[in-house]
Every structure is written in C-alpha cells, then in structure tokens.
C-alpha cells in the first residue's frame, strides 16, 4: 500500500512546534523542551510517537486505539485533562507552546504513566450485575427505550479522567478509602436503571458505600468526558434526589443513618467525619471546591502538598431536599473545573509535580 | 544474573486480556482452577473495545428464517471454503447461547420491537444477523466480561476473603517466552511493563488469546499490541500456525486526514445505506460482483435501493459483498487512476440519509470524525482505503477444544490468535462470537488438561536465566538499531511486498529483505531503564513481528492461487486444489519450515446444506464426484422410506 504512506499530495509540510512534557517518575521529574515536526491533522499523540520514535525512544505513555475508543491515553493537555488521541493540534496556536503532564490525581509511575489501580479497586468494590433469578439465558426481554438510559453509562471508555477531575479525590489522597468517584456512581446508576437487574438498593449503597455525599455536583466530571456522557445530570442528580427522598421516610431515615455513620468512621480514617446531614451552608460550585489557600496554591502551578478543602456534602435546602442548584447558578453551563478564575495554559514553571510520597518542599 | 524473579503458581494461565482470554479464564474459574489473566495493557483496554459492528449468532430475532445452517453457509462461503468446517459447524451452532450469556452478565445490546435482541446486516451476512450496541459493541463485550470476571471475584471474596484467591489479573504484563518440561507446557516468562521486573508463571496449561499482528504494516487499524505474540509464543513451543498468507485487509480505512489514518468505518455504514464512488462520481460496485455472488447481488442501482427496505424480494447491494472484495475493487479503482488524491475511494452517507438519521445510527462514529479530523460525516463523504485489520491465520488446534497442534501439549489457543475458523476471509461479525466461542472452549478443555495431569511439569532454572537474558540484551547492548527504525523498515517491507496484491518476484525480495532485518533485529538496542520503557518493549516485540511476518511471506509465495485475504496478481483466479490445502509453518531451529497438509473433508451432511451448483465454483472434479456419490445415496434412502 505504497499510495497511501505518501502524504498523496494533500497535505501541507509540517512545522516546528514547541513542547514541554513532563519526564520523571515517582522521585520527582520536569518538564522537558521538544521541538517536533507536527503536520497537518495529527493530533497530540502522533506528536508523542514522533518523539518516541526519535528523540526519546523511553517515553513512556500509555495507548492503544488511537481513536477515542479505549481510554488509554489520558494526559492532562496545558492543564486540562484530555484524551491524547482526540485533541487535535489544530487547536492551539501556531507559537503556542503545549505542555503535556501526567493525570495529577494518580501516582507516577514514570513520564506520562500514572498508576490507575484505585478505579480498578473501586470497580472491584461496585456490586456487579444481579440476574434476575427466574429468566434463563436467551429469554431476556426489554424495550430500547428502558435499555437507552443505562446504555448511556455503559459508553464509559474508562478514561478516567472524571475521576482525575473530581475535586473530592484530586488534591486529597485521604478521601480516596470512602469515595469511589464519578465513574462509579454512573456504574451503580447504570445497574440501578437495568430493566431486570435484581438488586435493588444501588442508591442507598452509592450513599453508604461509595461516598455520594462527598459530591456537590460541581459537574467537573461531565465537562472532561470525553464521550459526553452526562454524569451529574443524568446519574448523580437523579441517585441523589431518590436517596433523599428515601431518607425522609422516618424509617428509613433513622436507619441508614446509623448505619451510614458507623461506615463513615471507619472509612475515613483519623479524620473528623462530617455528617453530610447537616451541612447546610457548603460551597458547591466552581471555585467552591477550591479554597482559598488552595487558590494560592492553584496559580503557583500544580502543588501536591497543599492545604485541602475537606469533603463536601451538597447542602439540602428548607425542605430538606437538594436544591439542583446548577440549574440557579448564576453563570451559564457548567462551570470550569479548576474555577473560574483560573486561565489555561497555566504558566509551566508552576508545574512541579512533586510526588505525594516524595519529601515535600517547604513554602 | 542476580535478577530477582517474583515466582506464582496457577492452574490455568490465560495470556490476553480480549475477549477470547477473558471468556476463556471465566470458564477454567467456573471451572474451579486458580486462573491468572495477563495483558500486555490495562484490564478492559484490549483489542476488542474497538470492535463496532456486532458480533454475529443466528439467534433469528430479526428474521425467522435464520438459523445455524444458514449462518454456517454464510461462514464457509466468506472463507471460500478453505475454513476448518468443524469449527465453523461449533461456531455457528453455540453463538447464540454465548449471546444470551453475555445477557445474564448483564450486557444491554440494543433491542427489537419485541424486546428481543436487535440484529443488524453485515457483508456475507445472509439475515440480519448482528447483535450490536450502537456501533461499540466490542466495548460493550469486554466490559461485559470484565465485570463478570469482577463479580466472580466478589464471589471469591466473600468465601475467602480475598478478591485473588481464585483468579488474578496480570495488568500491563508481558510474556516474552513460554517455558517447557519436555513437549508439556510448564509455564510463562514475562516482565511488568511498569516496573521492569520478571515474572515466572508456573502452569500446566496455558491459553493463548493474544490477537493478531496488524503492527506489521503501516496503514493498520490495529493497535501495539499486536505484534503478533501469541504466534511466535506458539511456534517456538513447537505449535504449527496455518493459513497464514490470509490477511484481512479491511475496505473502509480512513486514509485521510492524518489523525484518523487506519481507523476503520464500520461496515454498517454501507449497511444503512452508505455507497462507494470513485473520483468520477460513479458507483463503481456493480462492476467488481465476482461471478460466485452473481446470484445475491442485485444488478442496477434501483434494486439495490429497494433492498434496505424490502430485502425479502430484492437481491443485495453490491457494496455489502465480502470485505475482501470490497478491498480489491477499491484498490483496483485507485490502481486504474480513479482514486482520491490520498489513494482512497469515497464512502458516501451524506447524501443517501438526512443527517439527522444517521446521527442516530451511527453515533460513535459521527462523534470520532467530528471530533478526531474535524470531518462532518453528515455533509461530505468519507475517503476510505483499505486498511491491515485482521489475520485470519494462527495456531492449528483441534477444533472442539482448543488445543495446538504440533508437538506441544498443554497450550491452547482462541481468538484471533488461532487459525482455521475463518479459512481464507473473515466475515464481518464473526470475530466476537468466535471469541466467546472458542474462548469458552479453550478454557473449558485447558481446566479439564490440567486436571488430568498426575504430575505437574516443572520449569528448568536454566531455562528461566535463558529468558532473563535475552529479554535484558537490548538494554545491556551499545549503539545497536533503533528499535522504532527496524519497526518502519518492517513495516515498509511488508507493506510494500506483502501487502493487499501480491507478486512472486516481490514475495522473493521480501524473503530476502526479512532476512536482512531478522540480522539487525539481533543487533537492536533500547536506551534508557527498565521501567516503563516503550522502546525496550518494541525492541522484545520486534522478534515475534519477524518470525510471523516471515511465515506470512512464506505461505504467500507458496500459495498460487488468489482466494479471500491472499491475492496474488499473477495467479488471479481460485484453484480447487489448491483448496484442499493448509500450508503450516512450523520452527526448525529458528528456520521457518513451510508443509502442505490435507484439509479435514467436511462431514456429509454439513456438505449437502449447499447447492451443487454453488459447490462446483469451489471443489475439485473428485470432492464433486463424492458429492454426487453422497446425494444419490440420499435420495436413493429417501425413495427406500
Ligand atoms: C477497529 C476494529 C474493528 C473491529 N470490528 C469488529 C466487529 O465489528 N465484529 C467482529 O466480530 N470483529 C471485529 N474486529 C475484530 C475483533 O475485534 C478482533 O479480532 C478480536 O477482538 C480479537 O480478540 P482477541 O480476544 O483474540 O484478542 P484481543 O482483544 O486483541 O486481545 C489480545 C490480548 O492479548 C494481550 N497480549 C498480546 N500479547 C501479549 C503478551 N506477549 N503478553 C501478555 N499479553 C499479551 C493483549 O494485551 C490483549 O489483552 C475488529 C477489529 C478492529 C481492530
Ligand atoms: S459532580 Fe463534581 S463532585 Fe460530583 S463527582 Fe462530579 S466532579 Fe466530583
Ligand atoms: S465516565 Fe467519561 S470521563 Fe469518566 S471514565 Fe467514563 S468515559 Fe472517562
Ligand atoms: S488511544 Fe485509545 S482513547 Fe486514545
């Protein structure tokens, strides 16, 4: 097929683009210059496997599809977290320089490879499917449009960077033992919304069990999707409005309660529980979930170390539900997730990315 | 070598993380063996998530009339008869039940009105016969089976407390070697990608489900997994592979923008509606419908409209012909001048639905070009070329359980690592199901060989510190080759020599050129450590690229005669003997040895499901004769009733 290795005429040469890309590995790294060739219509990987091809045959990054369908290849791109397959380099200016980090929420293991095994151990925790008892093999009936909602969840390419994102678990390692994180609640959603899966308290567990409460449906995990799947909107918000429902029922108020409490303690170790209940007055929305300190921290780049906002609980409003307050919100969509006020790129002498397990710098 | 080795002991060890590997190691855990699962990539990450199309059982949801004669015909005419019948005989008659199965795993596909399974058309599909999920049903598959896999270690956690006790996934590991006590498999070498480390596999039985070896080649939708592992695990433990020269070169590769060079267009596009044209404007199907499908496909453009909506009463589309058929027009096009300028064709679904509909129908792959190459599939059409996607050969087994042929015992193989199946092409669909399958069989029969043993093998230390070696030597070797560099010359060579339209003059090169690069592949160095580094793993992979890719050109210049993946330009046409052939390679020393060996004749009630009329475009005068012999008798009982 010698026609279709030549360019065929199409194309334009190719020009020098500047990159930084972060090389290291859990003893700490930085970020390295490149200039590489980038032609019309690659996207950032192609650039990666340029440079592993000449300049840096060790880079390591991880892919395997190269086409947005198996969610090996997330990197944060000037700071937002992205799929390397799916952002073409047509998006950034010709002298614009694009730095390429590692997911922030995940340990290094070296250069652009992270280690992902907390959502491998929170999937093992998500109960899996149970068969309805009284239906054998090939006898299975459901409509499409009852199979549509819980096929949504199931376009998860396990990208992982909702999860990334996430602002419950990014800058706090210790919330990582109780939360189980967007990709997991749209798991739980998805089994509670199966036509015939057979168990039916998907909800209480995702409450109980894998930490809903910590969410404040700040939506950051929507917007980073990459398969747009609308994870607050359409698996949080709707577990979340039935949880509470339920909760006010006084029987099973008082008991989930109880329950939920004992969990709670034993979950988040050495840390004072905070009854989701009775947070009234939380922030929940962009920049909310960064405080101020964690702002500072935020312009001076990427800051392992840093002070950290506690787990939030969505506040109920006079009735005692939630308020979907996003829909109030007073800017339009959803909001960023890194705030507002923060701007991409984020200036790169900021991005340190020291190791949580590394010996933190003083400020 | 003072290399410290982390040792585990397991029943059954499943290398591949796809479908196949995961179905099989699902059944040896049913089975009751401690399983280990081993990927080359994270767990959930394997070839299979790209799958879009379907995964082909005659379930008959959609028409009544489909049943696994049908598809069984279906099967042996996309492999031109050359497929090991036996296997698609199991084939078609067991993917429905693995359909069904994958529903109490909780698989959602999509529906008919009835609430039923849905089933979609596909090229050499004679019904509706797909169960699909939007166009990712490959993805729907693995997680599938992953979250089986998942909940059965729930299981084992609430009898033992522990998630692993039972079965373990190996992520981001690689296996280099397989090791041996005498002719019986006693375990697997291999490295964590991520820490550079070893790891010894003790096992009696082995499963191979590491996939195919599309790297060979430039243009590939396959990713760089698949450098053809399995393969050359298999040869060098004394396995044969067959059918090598058969290649899938898949019809509908975008060939332009760059960014999405190599990814496929599912063929459902031409399912629902989408049509191929040439630079001209011309719909240039209608002139490449080989003389054995004359009967199927329709003749003027209005009947092959009428067919997407009344298939009872008109004759196919020719653009849904087999997809190697697909490929050769379109290279054949593109040859005689008529091509885009990126040496494609144009696949056009704009102008045949509102944009609308197929936005609706084709979801994930609007959303991939949108995204991907900025390509409104909706307002303009697509330029496509073909693209290396799938090997049709691989391991010789024994077609119930698994087994590898050859001198070796204990190794089994499934998925598109093994051979047979398909025969000469592949159809589209035919994969998944086949990987449930097989899988399935292969883990089944590894448990029940293991347990059988009265004693296990045992792995010689020598071996070990053999492997450890050899994998080490690019790191320890100075200013050698460059890995990546060999990887191109590999690929141009075979991509050049060996690729969709075949010579004997540039067969021979290639022989000579494989030799070449198998003499620097000995001499490839990776800079850098042992942690996580891609060249160092391409520099292990590039001797397994080799060898395959010498079996390929090998059984390609043996081959004259042009049938399914295998076309070679100066012996043009079918030849009926030659179909009674396997070519076989096999190691010998590390010399590739190429052998003729007889196909299995097919049983005669399997043969008496086609025409004799069919048969005649395919069998020789003697298997004709038989056939005829055979029918007499039939007839000759009936009237006797
Ligand atoms: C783009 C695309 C679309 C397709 N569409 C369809 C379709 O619509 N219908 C259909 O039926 N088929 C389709 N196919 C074909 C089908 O997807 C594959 O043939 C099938 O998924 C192969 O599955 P498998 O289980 O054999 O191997 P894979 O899913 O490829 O898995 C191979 C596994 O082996 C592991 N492995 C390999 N080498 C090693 C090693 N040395 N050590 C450890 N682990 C190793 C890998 O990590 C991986 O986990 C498509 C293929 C592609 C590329
Ligand atoms: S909505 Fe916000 S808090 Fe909730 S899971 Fe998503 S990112 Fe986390
Ligand atoms: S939900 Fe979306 S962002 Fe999260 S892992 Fe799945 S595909 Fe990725
Ligand atoms: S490589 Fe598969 S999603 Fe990017």
């Known amino acids: ?363 | 070598m003072t290399t410290r080795i982390e040792r585990h002991h397991y029943d059954v060890v499943v290398i591949g993380a796809g479908g196949a590997g995961l179905r099989a190691a699902i059944e040896a855990r049913l089975a009751g063996k401690r399983t280990a699962i081993i990927s080359k990539s994270l767990f959930g990450k394997a070839h299979t998530v790209m799958a879009e199309g379907g995964a082909a059982a005659a379930m008959g949801n959609v028409n009544s009339r489909d049943n696994w004669q049908v598809h069984f015909r279906d099967t042996m005419r996309g492999g031109k008869f050359l497929n090991n019948f036996r296997m698609a005989e199991l084939h078609a008659k067991e993917s429905p039940q693995r359909i069904w199965e994958l529903e109490t795993y909780g698989a959602l596909f999509d529906r008919t009105k009835d609430g039923k399974i849905s089933q979609r058309n596909f090229g050499g599909h004679e019904y509706p016969r797909l169960a699909h999920v939007g166009d990712r049903t490959g993805l729907e598959l693995i997680r599938t089976l992953q979250q089986k896999i998942v909940s059965l270690q729930q299981e084992d956690k609430k009898a033992h407390g522990d998630y692993e006790a039972r079965i373990k996934v190996f992520a981001e590991t690689t296996i280099t070697e397989l090791l041996l006590d005498g002719d019986r498999v006693a375990g697997a070498f291999g490295y964590y990608r991520e820490s550079g480390e070893f790891v010894l596999f003790e096992a009696p039985a082995v499963v191979l489900a590491t996939g195919g070896v599309g790297r060979s080649y430039l243009v590939t939708s396959n990713s760089w997994e698949y450098t053809g592992d399995g393969h050359a695990l298999a040869l060098r433990a004394g396995a044969t592979l067959i059918n090598m020269e058969f290649l899938q070169f898949h019809p509908t590769g975008m060939v332009w923008p760059v960014s999405v060079k190599g990814i496929l267009v599912t063929e459902s596009v031409r399912g629902d509606g989408g049509v191929l044209k040439n630079s001209e404007g011309k719909r240039f199907m209608f002139n490449y419908v080989p003389d054995v499908f004359r009967k199927q496909y329709a003749e003027t453009e209005e009947e092959a409209d009428r067919w997407y909506t009344d298939p009872d009463n008109n004759r196919r589309p020719p653009e849904l012909l087999p997809r190697d058929e697909v490929a050769r027009a379109i290279n054949a096009e593109v040859k005689a001048g008529r091509g885009t300028p990126a040496g494609g064709v144009y696949l056009d679904i704009a102008s045949r639905l509102p944009a609308e509909e197929v936005r609706r129908r084709l979801p994930s792959m609007y959303h991939q070009f949108k995204e991907l190459a900025d390509v409104d599939i909706t307002a303009e059409p697509m330029e496509v070329g073909p693209t290396c996607h799938y090997v049709m050969g691989g391991v010789e087994v024994d077609p119930d359980s698994g087994a590898a042929a050859g001198h070796v015992q204990g190794l089994f193989a499934a998925g598109e690592v093994s051979g047979g199946m398909h025969g000469s092409n592949r159809l589209g669909g035919n994969s998944l199901s086949d990987l449930l399958v097989f899988g399935r069989r292969a883990g089944g029969h590894a448990s029940a060989y293991a347990e059988g043993l009265a004693a296990r093998p045992k792995v010689a230390a020598a071996d070990v510190e053999a492997a450890v070696d050899r994998a080490l030597a690019p790191l320890e070797r100075e200013g050698g080759e460059n890995p990546y560099t060999l990887q191109q010359d590999l690929q141009a060579v075979m991509g050049d020599l060996v690729g969709i339209i075949r010579r004997k003059g540039e067969l021979e090169e290639s022989l000579v050129k494989l030799a070449d690069l198998r003499d620097r592949v000995t001499r490839v160095a990776a800079s850098g450590g042992r942690r996580y580094n891609p060249g160092w793993h391409l520099a292990l992979d590039l001797r397994n690229m080799l060898v395959v890719s010498e079996c390929t050109a090998r059984a390609a210049l043996e081959r004259e005669e042009s049938r399914g993946g295998h076309t070679r330009e100066d012996f043009p046409t079918m030849a009926p003997q030659w179909r009674t052939v396997n070519l076989v390679c096999s190691l010998d020393g590390d010399k590739v040895r190429l052998e003729h060996k007889p196909l299995p004749r097919m049983r005669g009630e399997l043969i008496q499901l086609f025409d004799r009329a069919e048969l005649a475009k395919y069998l020789t005068e003697e298997e004709l004769a038989d056939f005829d012999a055979l029918t007499a008798e039939a007839h000759a009982e009936e009237a006797a009733n």
């Open chain 1, 1 to 363: 097929m010698a026609t279709q290795n030549a360019p065929g005429g199409t194309g334009k040469p190719g020009t020098a683009r500047h990159f930084k890309v972060w090389r290291g590995d859990e003893s700490g790294g930085e970020l390295t210059d490149y200039q590489v060739q980038v032609n019309e219509g690659e996207v950032v990987l192609d650039v990666i496997h340029r440079l592993q091809a000449t300049e840096a045959p060790d880079l390591a990054c991880r892919w395997n599809c190269k086409a947005g369908k198996c969610g090996s290849c997330s990197m944060e791109i000037n700071g937002m977290p992205r799929l390397g397959c799916m952002t073409r380099m047509s998006t950034f200016e010709e002298n614009e320089t694009v730095t390429i980090t590692p997911l922030r929420t995940f340990p290094v293991i070296r250069d652009l490879v992270t280690d992902v095994s907390y959502n491998y151990e929170k999937a093992r925790e998500t109960p899996a499917f149970a068969p309805p008892t009284d239906l054998e093999p090939g006898d299975y009936r459901m409509q499409q449009v009852d199979v549509e909602r819980s096929q949504e969840f199931r376009k998860c390419i396990e990208c992982f960077l909702c999860q990334n994102t996430c602002h419950v678990v990014r800058d706090h390692e210790e919330n990582k033992v109780a939360f189980s994180g967007p990709r997991y609640f749209i798991r739980a959603a998805e089994l509670d919304m199966h036509p015939l899966d057979a168990k039916a308290d998907r909800k209480e567990y995702a409450q109980a069990s894998q930490g809903l409460g910590y969410c404040n449906i700040t939506k950051c995990c929507t917007e980073v999707c990459p398969e747009h799947i609308k994870i607050t909107d359409n698996a949080i918000i709707p577990m979340k409005e039935r949880v509470v429902d339920r909760r006010y029922d006084p029987v099973v108020w008082l008991g989930s309660k109880i329950f939920r409490r004992g969990k709670q303690n034993e979950a988040v170790q050495g840390q004072t529980p905070r009854d989701p209940d009775e947070l009234g007055s939380v922030h929940s929305h962009a920049g909310g979930s960064h405080e101020p300190e964690a702002e500072v921290g935020a312009e001076r780049g990427v800051h392992w170390g840093r002070q950290v906002p506690h787990p939030t609980a969505p506040p109920l409003d006079s009735r005692g539900r939630l308020a979907i307050s996003e829909f109030t919100f007073d800017k339009a969509a959803a909001p960023s997730p890194f705030g507002d006020d923060v701007t991409f790129p984020l200036p790169a002498e900021g991005l340190n990315y020291s190791h949580p397990d590394q010996p933190q710098a003083k400020d």
